[in-house]
């Protein structure tokens, strides 16, 4: 396997139980439907663990274009393999989210609540601030990306053995700062399924809230960078 096809196949894992259980939760009929945002989390922080044990030997299971960039400011990544990773991700998460949708497919029918479908593609404010929204994926993000760089091998990213204690990095994030944005803290995946959102057939959809998409974007790579930059500071002292 090519480190292209792990980067594709690691975020289409993370996306397809990440949102997997955004949908088992939120749609209708479903068996978890109402589990809430404690099943949430456990299930995003799980899906990491997934992800990163499957493609770490391959690609270093960055699954994050947030993740890709931190490396490369803090010098543990060549630059010039970066679009390669976001290019990968962005696939991955295109595909992982439309697993989703074919899979709860029936239930997207019967469910009447188009934000909640939104949700199952992509984050939103709890309570719209662009600016204390954007500051959320910021911090939320630095403590995602300075956990990594801590732990990644410099030109690689992350190891087997670093799957679980990401894992928890990301349950934690999501229990204490989720719960004004929904955490996206990885570009690709808001904005390759929101783009999916646009895209497939989804009976009584609602728009996918483009004007917002801006946050979960800028925020987690801003975040990225202020970790980068830290881990570079705290190495040279």
Not at 18 to 47: F, R
Not at 96 to 105: E, F, H, P, Q
Not at 154 to 171: F, H, K, N, T, Y
Not at 213 to 227: D, K, N, Q, T
Request: aromatic content about 8%; charged content about 10%.
């Amino acid at each position: 396997m090519s480190t292209f096809t792990a980067e594709i196949v690691g975020t289409a894992i993370l996306i397809l139980l990440g949102n997997g259980v955004v949908a088992n939760v939120l749609l209708k009929g479903t068996k978890g439907e109402g589990a809430g945002w404690l099943v949430i989390t456990l299930a995003w922080g799980a899906s990491v663990f997934v992800a990163v044990a499957v493609v770490a030997p391959v690609s270093g299971a960055h699954i994050n274009p947030a993740v890709t960039l931190a490396l490369a400011v803090a010098g543990k990544f060549v630059w010039a393999k970066v679009p390669l990773y976001w290019t990968a991700q962005m696939l991955g998460a295109a595909l992982g989210t439309a697993l989703v949708w074919l899979m709860y497919r029936q239930h997207y029918a019967i469910t009447e609540d188009g934000d909640a479908k939104l949700a199952t593609f992509c984050t939103g404010p709890a309570i719209r601030n662009p600016l204390d929204n954007f500051a959320s994926e910021v911090i939320g993000t630095f403590v995602l990306a300075f956990a990594v760089l801590m732990m990644a091998a410099p030109g690689v990213g992350l190891g087997a053995m670093d799957a679980l204690p990401v894992a928890i990095v990301v349950l934690v994030i999501g229990l204490s700062l989720g719960g004004t944005t929904g955490y996206a803290i990885n570009p690709a995946r808001d904005l390759a399924p929101r783009l999916m959102h646009a895209l497939l057939p989804i009976p009584g959809k609602r728009d996918s809230n483009w004007s917002y998409a801006w946050v979960p974007v800028a925020g987690p790579l801003s975040g990225a960078v202020l970790a980068a930059v830290l881990a570079r500071a705290l190495s040279s002292t």
